[in-house]
T-cell receptor, first 111, second 110 residues
Framework: NAGVMQNPRHLVRRRGQEARLRCSPMKGHSHVYWYRQLPEEGLKFMVYLQKENIIDESGMPKERFSAEFPKEGPSILRIQQVVRGDSAAYFCASSPKDTQYFGPGTRLTVL | RKEVEQDPGPFNVPEGATVAFNCTYS??????FFWYRQDCRKEPKLLMS???SGNEDGRFTAQLNRASQYISLLIRDSKLSDSATYLC???????????FGSGTRLQVQP
């Protein structure tokens, strides 16, 4: 059973470009979560989704960030017009219920 | 005040030592508690869930004190491979979002 998969593992963008991060949950898991870890800081919750629904987006920045989990395909975290402060590790997790299992993360670097 | 507070360490201990980490949380409505470990630049990995009755998994023992809003992790007979950052994590009632502490760094030395 493959774990949570994320791609790309490393992403470099210039200021003003768009970043798209993808997450495929573990087989059988219908809950997906996105977290961000800034350098030298702890993980911070961003958004919780189930198929085709955003359940809790209380941790999402109000502008430039969006997330989706379509009926088919991976969950996508989209960051528009990236700024240097968006440089971080973005981790996706999935769960069957309460216990969350994390993917390897995408390291975003904004130049 | 942070929602989940941990001593950042580092804790430098020799192999074979017993080491204990503590964590406090501010929201009395928190319902689920976990310890995760995170190796440098890697994803967090679940170490164990924490129950009110206390639970043990091999060399690891976790305790929860709801009245004091306090969680602990005890590692016995430390191994070099235990070197990592240990994250105290809580989940609030009615939500699925995890709240992470900043982590306690452990370095086990030969």
């Amino acid at each position: 059973n493959a774990g949570v998969m994320q791609n790309p593992r490393h992403l470099v963008r210039r200021r003003g470009q768009e970043a798209r991060l993808r997450c495929s949950p573990m087989k059988g898991h219908s809950h997906v979560y996105w977290y961000r870890q800034l350098p030298e800081e702890g993980l911070k919750f961003m958004v919780y989704l189930q198929k085709e629904n955003i359940i809790d987006e209380s941790g999402m920045p109000k502008e430039r960030f969006s997330a989706e989990f379509p009926k088919e395909g991976p969950s996508i975290l989209r960051i528009q017009q990236v700024v240097r402060g968006d440089s971080a590790a973005y981790f996706c997790a999935s769960s069957p219920k309460d216990t969350q299992y994390f993917g390897p993360g995408t390291r975003l670097t904004v130049l | 005040r942070k929602e989940v507070e941990q001593d950042p360490g580092p804790f430098n201990v020799p192999e074979g030592a017993t080491v204990a980490f503590n964590c406090t949380y501010s929201n009395s409505a928190s319902q689920s508690f976990f310890w995760y470990r995170q190796d440098c630049r890697k994803e967090p990995k679940l170490l164990m869930s924490v129950y009110s009755s206390g639970n043990e998994d091999g060399r690891f023992t976790a305790q929860l004190n709801r009245a004091s809003q306090y969680i602990s992790l005890l590692i016995r007979d430390s191994k070099l491979s235990d070197s990592a950052t240990y994250l105290c994590v809580v989940m609030d009632t009615g939500r699925r979002a995890l709240t992470f502490g900043s982590g306690t760094r452990l370095q086990v030395q030969p």
